[in-house]
């Protein structure tokens, strides 16, 4: 749920998405889906540390028609309240010390981390700093010793949380048959500010994730869980961590399989930035907060004395600024960066060098029409989507995707691949969804996928191509849209106040997919749910990405299979791209080809 496109139009961009999104999320804000309290006694777990009273959700029925239940245990807090002198800081362990003393009520929702209203993600309740703790989804019966599911939410590193009032975590959990555990983690400045040094080297939210990891690793097991089969997954900012926690050793250990939706670390829109930047960036937040940047020590004390709403604003502002006034790529400003620790180094030079620290199972996929949602500020009738060159040429501008192709030799290599007829008047509204789509999403994925191989793990693409009759942003016209698969994977329909009614095709393509996913949770493999089953074997088996035979599953009504996605774009993207780029580096080193631009590629 990245908010795809920072723009010199966003005005616009938020102008448009309130009048045609909030209408339909007025009546989203009146039901609290979560909480069901059902008459059942509230469920207890005890733990070495602690007992957690949990709350029993009603939940949907089941494939077979049987009605049954979740126990829930909401708000249990896994690490200290990153307050005070802690603001900034690695999380510390949460350390309960009161297994024979009075049980702690988890029965409703902690607080959410501190963020600005967004009109897609309606987060109801507390917003409050004391936000690290999170959500355990227990099916009834609870299957021996169950495996995880550990839910990563997008937001562009700046909005979410971990359980969602839109899309409640429950039906996964009931026809997955696998524990959901979902965590809030800090947002915007207080989870991913750096001072470019050894003072706030950055990536706190990520070392959240990873302290919320270690939770489960250390507790799970008590409410039923398998701590040798947790699978983290997350979609947008949330794939772009998971995959951040496939890359970094500190994480080795966590979690043995992941799933990338829509975002991976190595996409442009995720880290990166050098460290210059880096520092601006924290003393442009010190200046907007009266905090005068003298040394990193001193900006960092006074923003730990800042009251936390004004640090919220002004991370905001700079999320929807950065990148127009100062940011020579098209990354998001708090996001993870390449801290020495977490990342070593930036995520595509690992992926590069084979710096892959953690070769577990890997399923990712993105959908057909990513970069639908941004482009509608630029229609002047939805109804008819027409982009002409003048406005496509804008577009280029304001996604930044120019700057990756800033070169005149470049330009026409893209032409090339994206534009049959460049003399003839056409619709460029497809060209430049297929453009950002493969530039952000599809060709990240698959250098991401290419360089993890290795001979112990399995590798499943998806790319999602059905567009839901009801989704987060309910994008006007068929093509599938960022965020388009979380209707169906949380199996929303199911849920009986779920706003997302889908079709009876769809409603069997949820099942399907939430089917795939919690597979893919037990065993590593979509097609089967035990080790000791075979494959699936009609067509929807799902088979293997390998670098020699990439396959693909078609996230469709029809769940056909594809070979080879993209394979000329990404080529362009992944390989004569950076071939360019070193050939211009290399002239710019060696003298006379010193080309305009460069800096910006
Ligand atoms: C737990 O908290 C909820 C909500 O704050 C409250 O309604 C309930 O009575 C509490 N239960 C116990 C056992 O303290
Ligand atoms: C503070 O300013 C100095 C000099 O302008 C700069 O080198 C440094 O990176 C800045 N530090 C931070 C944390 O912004
Ligand atoms: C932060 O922004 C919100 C929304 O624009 C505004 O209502 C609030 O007053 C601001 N808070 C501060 C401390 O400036
Ligand atoms: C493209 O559309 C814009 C806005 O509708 C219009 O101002 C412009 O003249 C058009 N350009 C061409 C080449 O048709
Ligand atoms: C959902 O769709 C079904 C048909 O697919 C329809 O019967 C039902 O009334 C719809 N429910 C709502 C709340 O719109
Ligand atoms: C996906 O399947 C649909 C049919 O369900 C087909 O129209 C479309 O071309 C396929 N797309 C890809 C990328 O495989």
């Not at 469920?43 to 009605?67: H, K, M, N, Y």
């Not at 829930?72 to 690695?90: C, H, K, M, N, S």
């Not at 229609?379 to 280029?396: G, R």
């Not at 362009?572 to 950076?578: A, K, S, V």
Request: glycine fraction near 6%; proline fraction near 6%.
């Amino acid at each position: 749920m990245t908010r795809n496109m920072p723009s010199i139009n966003m005005e616009n961009i938020h102008h448009s998405m309130k009048s045609s999104f909030l209408s339909c999320f007025n009546f989203f804000l009146i039901s609290l889906l979560l909480t069901h309290p059902s008459t059942s006694a509230n469920p207890v777990i005890e733990t070495e540390q602690a007992r957690f009273i949990g709350t029993v959700l009603d939940l949907p029925v089941d494939e077979q028609g049987l009605a049954r239940s979740v126990h829930a245990y909401l708000g249990i807090p896994y690490a200290e309240p990153p307050v005070g002198d802690l603001r900034f800081r690695q999380p510390v362990a949460k350390i309960w010390s009161n297994a024979a003393g009075e049980p702690i009520n988890a029965t409703s929702l902690g607080n959410r981390c501190p963020q600005v209203y967004n009109p897609y993600f309606p987060v109801l309740g507390n917003y409050d700093e004391d936000c690290l703790n999170l959500d355990v989804y227990v099916p009834v019966p609870v299957p021996d010793k169950a495996a995880v599911m550990f839910w990563i939410h997008g937001g562009a590193f700046v909005v979410g949380t971990g359980s969602m009032e839109i899309l409640p975590l429950s039906p996964l959990a009931v026809f997955g048959d696998v524990i959901v555990v979902a965590a809030n983690y800090r947002l915007g400045a207080l989870g991913f500010l750096s001072t470019g040094d050894d003072e706030v080297p950055g990536n706190l939210g990520l070392y959240d994730q990873r302290q919320a990891l270690k939770w489960v690793q250390d507790n799970i097991q008590a409410f039923g869980g398998d701590p040798s089969r947790v699978t983290i997954f997350g979609t947008s900012a949330g794939g772009a961590s998971v995959s951040c926690h496939v890359l970094s050793p500190l994480s080795s250990g966590l979690f043995s399989r992941a799933i990338m939706q829509s975002g991976v670390a190595s996409s442009p829109f995720f880290t990166g930035t050098d460290r210059s930047h880096i520092a601006k960036r924290a003393s442009n937040l010190g200046k907007l907060v009266g905090c005068v940047n003298d040394t990193s020590k001193r900006l960092v004390e006074c923003l730990r004395n800042v009251h936390v709403e004004d640090l919220v604003n002004a991370s905001a502002m700079i999320h929807e600024t950065w990148v127009l006034s100062n940011g020579p790529s098209i990354n998001i400003p708090w996001s993870p960066v390449n801290d020495g620790h977490f990342l070593s180094k930036d995520p595509t030079t690992m992926l590069k060098e084979g710096l892959v620290n953690n070769k577990v199972d890997l399923m990712a996929g993105q959908h057909s029409h990513e970069a639908m949602l941004p482009i509608m500020a630029f229609l002047k009738d939805p109804s008819e989507p027409y982009i002409n060159a003048t406005i496509f040429e804008t577009i280029l501008t304001i996604s930044k995707t120019n700057q990756a192709i800033a070169q005149p030799i470049i330009r026409q290599a893209m032409n090339l691949v994206y534009i049959d007829d460049i003399t003839k008047e056409q619709n460029y509204l497809n060209t430049f969804i297929q453009i950002h789509g493969d530039h952000v999403y599809v060709c990240p994925t698959d250098a991401f996928l290419r360089a993890s191989e290795n001979a112990d793990s399995n590798m499943y693409l998806y790319h999602l191509t059905h567009h839901p009759s009801a989704s987060i942003f309910n994008t006007p016209w068929s093509g599938a849209c960022h965020a388009d698969e979380l209707v169906f994977i949380f199996g929303a329909h199911f849920h009986p106040e779920s706003p997302f009614n889908l079709t009876e095709e769809e409603a069997k393509m949820s099942m399907q997919m939430m089917k795939f996913w919690s597979n893919f949770a037990k065993t590593g493999n979509p097609n089967k749910e035990s080790e000791a089953e075979e494959e699936i074997s009609s067509d929807l088996r799902w088979p293997k990405f390998t670098s020699s035979n990439p396959s693909y599953k078609n996230m469709s009504l029809l769940m056909n299979n594809g070979r080879a996605l993209k394979a000329k774009e990404c080529r362009f993207w992944n390989n004569y791209l950076p071939t360019f780029k070193s050939f211009f580096d290399d002239s710019a080193i060696h003298g006379p080809n010193k080309m305009n631009g460069k800096d910006e590629l």
